[in-house]
């Protein structure tokens, strides 16, 4: 099976159509069966970091070592030629030439989509400031099938910061194509921006807002929760009113679905408390490892290798 | 017979370039779009003067001056009813509405200070979008960011 993915950059999630998505899902669940396959033979992927991230690096890592390639790169700006002031065109012009793949995470916003124009090599986005992150969303929609058994009109409850949490946005744009129910739960302050909103109106489906968790907790498929970051509000006596608003506890999972799952894409700081880490409906760290399986069927993709 | 009064009260041209139908307050900003405040050829402009579909209008004409598409379409950004009339030896030769184009490259600053365009030495490209009252927005190719038409800067 030859993919269509072959030799393209992945740098938004909207660059992949359904069909896109379902081959990359189907790849993954080949590599959860067999993770340890040996197909880079000597090929070298680089991982260029200009800020850290331990989750999405490591699992990248993870992947090309699974599937027997090598990596180069840095894990911060300041142990790279940035520090010297190089730019990124030349940055990614020069690894170009010592690599077949580059996964990049940059700070600047729209930092892929220009690296995936100059590079001759294709680019994986591991996440573009505040922007993109694709394998997170790919990750979150093999999880959400796998739990689920289907990605067509589930309710999907999202919780937390939903004005600057670029996870639930492409969450939301790519659920769009499968059809979806969305609940959306938020401190006034932090609701889902009307751009995203459009997007669910566009696709003829239906969301709808709430200021309560316990709320939505009996009519969720997919409980989808983010942390709520201080620094984003502008008053931090406003922070410290919603804080703690959205703490789930292993208690409150009582009145929800049989096969409700707990979704996060962590780090998570006190939004769950870890009495729920031993339900069986608490998925986020199965979701981690998801990740794995989805960066490898999209460098063996990209790579014409699956 | 409006039209006519309203052109009376700012000369004709000979040869140049009429700019009609500009909204009342982004005269100066046309003004300054098209750099004409450096131009060395007659400039004459009006502006709150009467125009039957728009109530207030602003009125440009450049002599010896004629645009390229590519500084048209900056104007479109501000007024995007103008018409541009072209003028040669006091007779209109050609008429037509400035065309918002459906990309818009390389004259507008992207406004999220965090954006690639506004850090590197990146040349800025939007898609020219509609949001659902109808009102132009542009999106950064690059950050996709939805830019209102308050924060469009030119470069």
Redesign the interface.
Known sequence: MMSTLKGHSLI?ITDYSKEDILKILDIAEEFEADPRQNILGNRVIASLFFEPSTRTRLSFESAVQYLGGRIIGFASADTSSVKKGE???DTILTVSNYSDLIVMRN?????A??ASEVSPIPIINAG?????HPTQCLLDLYSIRKTQGRLENIDIAMVGDLKYGRTVHSLVQALCLFGARFHFVSPDSLKMP??VK?VI?NAGLEYYQYTELSDVISLADILYMTRIQGERFPDPLEYEKVKNAYILENAMLEQSKDNMKVLHPLPRVNEIAEDVDDNPKAYYFQQARNGVYIRQALIAAILGLK | MNTKRTELKVSAIRNGTVIDHIPAESVFQVFKILNLDASDKQVYFGTNLESKKYGKKGLIKISDTYFKPRETNKIALVAPNATLIEIKDYDVVRKGKVRLPHQIDGIVKCF?P????N????STSFLVTQ??KGEMKLF???????MAKENIEFI
Do not use: I, M
């Open positions: 938004s730019s990124l065109k700070p600047l916003d729209g930092s989509r220009y573009d400031g505040a922007n993109q009307s751009s459009t109106k | 999220n965090k954006c690639v365009t850090n590197q030495k990146v949001d659902h950064c190719k690059y950050c996709e960011k939805t």
